[in-house]
């Protein structure tokens, strides 16, 4: 097999791994307007790369033609935006914003079309290599920042955690660097580590965020009282763990910081400015402690034949995979390991 036809096989595979997975997406009723944009983005990722096994015919594969591939390949470094912003700040994607974002690739792909000379494809390497490291940037604050979101006001948070998004950012640079030798040296072997490298990377997004649902981030802050902004003291305090004690509210599997604060006659945001300086920690580290101390780990003690996910369910977690992170961050121990020390 020579090197264009092995170049037209694995373009060819891609294709079919983004027009599959665009179908299943997009076909699936009823489906969040996360998994709209990326069902959207695997048929544009399957459009690249079906315009890659064109040009794999031998009159088309000439450098001139390379270098105008180079400039539409560029373009797809778009779809990291809308991914990282959709789902961090779910309703961000428009027509209007997604056409702004790709002015600067139509700048320099006309720039080429028109003066057609080496300057300006270095030009737009510089740019790339300059968004790319930008979008990491924006993205990985982004997500930091919703990610402190979440745990602060959430107890479950199953299906719209976002701490995996950092392995995508690192299969993205891979990815992104993968290309940008493939552009420069074009020969087989950097277009097999590219193809590959980007299914890798859209597995990795699709395996993490298929059933993600991203929470729209609220920057509301209910004004505290006089009261409270001139103390230091919290005097709930004593009612938050009555009411834990009393009324068990950890076992509820969706309990939000929202909920525990009308529970114990508070605001939200006194609640939460309590447990980040007085407990320092998160709601939901908050909840996660309660649940094993008060439940998991006595009914582990008390009935070591109850199954991990039977005590995970009793205790209010929604998976055994949460269960067992809490778990071993709490005690430095594997729950099944636990009564073993």
């Given at each position: 097999m020579t090197g264009?036809?092995?170049?037209?096989?694995?373009?060819?595979?891609?294709?079919?791994?983004?027009?599959?997975?665009?179908?299943?997406?997009?076909?699936?009723?009823?489906?969040?307007?996360?998994?709209?944009v990326l069902g959207w983005m695997m048929a544009i990722w399957a459009a690249f790369s079906l315009k890659d096994i064109i040009i794999?015919?031998?009159?088309?594969?000439?450098?001139?033609?390379?270098?105008?591939?180079?400039?539409?390949?560029?373009?797809?470094?778009?779809?990291?935006?809308?991914?990282?912003?959709?789902?961090?700040?779910p309703g961000w994607t428009s027509r209007k914003k997604v056409l702004l974002l790709l002015l600067p690739f139509l700048f320099f792909t006309l720039a080429y079309v028109f003066y057609p000379i080496p300057q300006i494809i270095s030009a737009y390497y510089i740019f790339l290599w300059c968004f790319a490291w930008t979008v990491v940037g924006i993205g990985y604050f982004?997500?930091?920042?919703?990610?402190?979101y979440i745990r602060e006001n959430y107890s479950n948070i199953e299906n719209i955690d976002l701490s995996w998004l950092r392995y995508v950012f690192f299969f993205a640079i891979v990815s992104q660097l993968s290309w940008l030798a493939t552009s420069i040296l074009a020969n087989v072997f950097t277009d097999t580590i590219y193809y590959i490298s980007t299914m890798g990377l859209w597995l990795l997004v699709l395996h993490f965020s298929y059933n993600y649902q991203p929470i729209a981030i609220s920057n509301e802050k209910v004004p505290?009282?006089?009261?409270?902004?001139?103390?230091?003291?919290?005097?709930?305090?004593?009612?938050?763990?009555e009411v834990m004690e009393q009324e068990a509210l950890y076992l509820n599997k969706d309990l939000t910081l929202t909920d525990l604060a009308v529970a114990i006659g508070t605001n939200r945001t006194y609640l939460s400015r309590y447990l980040s300086q007085v407990q320092q920690q998160t709601f939901y580290d908050y909840i996660n402690r309660l649940r094993l101390n008060k439940k998991s780990i006595p009914l582990m003690k008390d009935h070591p034949e109850y199954t991990l996910e039977f005590v995970a369910s009793e205790s209010g977690f929604k998976s055994i995979s949460t269960f067992r992170r809490a778990f071993i961050k709490l005690t430095g121990l594997n729950p099944s390991n636990y009564f073993q020390k």
């Open positions: 264009i036809n092995i170049s037209a096989f694995f373009a060819g595979a891609s294709t079919a791994f983004y027009l599959i997975f665009a179908c299943l997406i997009l076909r699936k009723s009823p489906r969040t307007r996360f998994q709209t794999t015919f031998p009159v088309l594969y000439k450098p001139h033609m390379l270098n105008y591939i180079a400039l539409i390949d560029g373009w797809s470094a778009v779809s990291y935006v809308v991914f990282i912003f959709e789902a961090t700040m982004k997500a930091r920042h919703y990610i402190r505290a009282t006089e009261e409270e902004e001139s103390t230091t003291a919290f005097p709930f305090a004593h009612r938050l763990e």
